[in-house]
């Protein structure tokens, strides 16, 4: 299959499979490691990503493609992650602004809570205890002191850019 077929058919999936931009990086690890990119290179754009503001979705969709195929990869890529979101939104508006005093809605939309916190908790996992050789004790150090930040309210995209300080020590 061409590869920027292959590349919009992906994200294509992806991002109807999954339901939140946290859960489809979970999707994503599983489509792209070995086959686009290696587990580095994933760990690398996911913490760009997450440093740059937007769409953390959007951003990865466009730094797997550029990496695989260059700007045309980028763009088949980041359409592919725009198009099923922004027809089913449509479609989830019409039908929610319709329904929108029902009482099980909210109930559902609880349900789902759970279910995305332990995806996003799995993912964490299996990046945290890959990446960089494996669990060890510089990133154990890293990811206390990166989850003490965030309990104080430290915004997301400095506790990672100072991790990504960090490690430019620990990992010499």
């Known amino acids: 299959m061409d590869q920027l077929l292959l590349l919009f058919w992906t994200f294509l999936k992806i991002n109807l499979l999954s339901t939140s931009g946290p859960a489809s990086v979970g999707l994503l ?99 945290f205890k890959g990446g960089n050789g494996g669990l060890n004790w510089q990133s154990m150090l890293i990811g206390s002191a990166s989850l003490a930040a965030l309990l104080f309210d430290l915004p997301a995209p400095i506790v990672i850019f100072l991790a990504g300080l960090i490690g430019v020590f620990l990992y010499r």
């Open 29 to 127: 690890y599983k489509e792209a490691v070995g086959h686009f990119l290696t587990e580095q290179q994933f760990i690398q754009a996911v913490g760009f990503s997450t440093l740059l503001p937007g769409s953390d979705a959007l951003q990865l969709a466009m730094f797997v493609g550029y990496t695989v195929a260059g700007f045309s990869g980028g763009m088949v890529s980041l359409l592919g992650a725009i198009l099923p979101p922004t027809i089913l939104m449509f479609g989830v508006v019409s039908v929610l602004h319709r329904i929108r005093r029902e009482s099980w809605v909210g109930s559902f939309v609880s349900g789902l809570t759970p279910a995305v916190a332990v995806l996003m908790l799995f993912v964490a996992w299996n990046i």
